[in-house]
């Protein structure tokens, strides 16, 4: 019953990070707000990393700047998140940048898949106008791909987690309207509490310098 659970939770986690729009970016993808977007990667890698900053693993990897190097560790770990995405030009907004900086508890539910949740900040720059907001992010779900190879869950001390398809809703808290970007003339819009859906690719930087280095 486990592993079927587990067979179809990693199922529609492929199925949701690969349904996003055929012209958005795959490695990095954040749906429209009420206001601006949708929003792409910038174009230029990486377009978002994470970093594994403390894992609770007992002797399963636990420590600071370490993977869990065991099938059986489940953490928690704590993460920090860095994405960098970019709206363009168009007929009711002109060009967006955001950049949501998240961190939080992340648990382990198999070797490829964990669920967490980040709370961060993320930023808009319309063309020179800075607009920041609080952010809260549940679910937070990272799927590991080659950890669904056994022999890669404990190889190299679990660093073969360093490649990450995620998904996650992000709560922008707070009010936004026209006046916290650039919009085009006779566009407005008012939004209170906005939940948007993110999906794309992430590296643990931490996992591959680890993997680089042979630590």
């Known amino acids: 019953m486990m592993q079927a659970l587990r067979i179809t939770s990693m199922v529609l986690i492929v199925m949701t990070i690969w349904s996003v729009p055929a012209k958005a970016d795959i490695w990095d993808w954040l749906e429209q707000l009420s206001g601006p977007g949708p ?30 190097n065991r099938a059986d560790a489940r953490g928690p770990c704590v993460f920090a998140d860095v994405h960098n995405f970019e709206a363009p030009d168009d007929e009711r907004f002109f060009r967006v940048r955001a950049t949501l900086t998240e961190f939080g508890p992340t648990y382990r539910i198999a070797p490829p898949i964990e669920v967490g949740i980040g709370v961060g900040l993320i930023r808009f720059n319309s063309t020179g106008k800075i607009t920041d907001r609080m952010t809260i992010s549940f679910p937070r779900v990272v799927f590991k791909p080659l950890l669904l190879v056994p022999s890669l869950q404990e190889k190299r001390k679990g660093n073969w987690g360093f490649i990450q398809m995620y998904f996650r809703e992000t709560h922008i808290l707070g009010k936004l309207n026209q006046d916290d970007f650039r919009p085009q003339r006779g566009t407005t819009f008012h939004t209170d509490e906005d939940m948007v859906a993110s999906t794309g690719i992430l590296i643990d930087v931490v996992g591959l310098t680890r993997l680089i280095l042979n630590k």
């Not at 792409?40 to 869990?68: M, Q």
């Open 39 to 68: 929003f792409n990667g910038r174009g230029k890698l990486p377009e978002s990393a994470t970093a594994t900053i403390y894992c609770h693993g007992f002797d399963s990897g636990s420590g600071w700047l370490r993977l869990l």
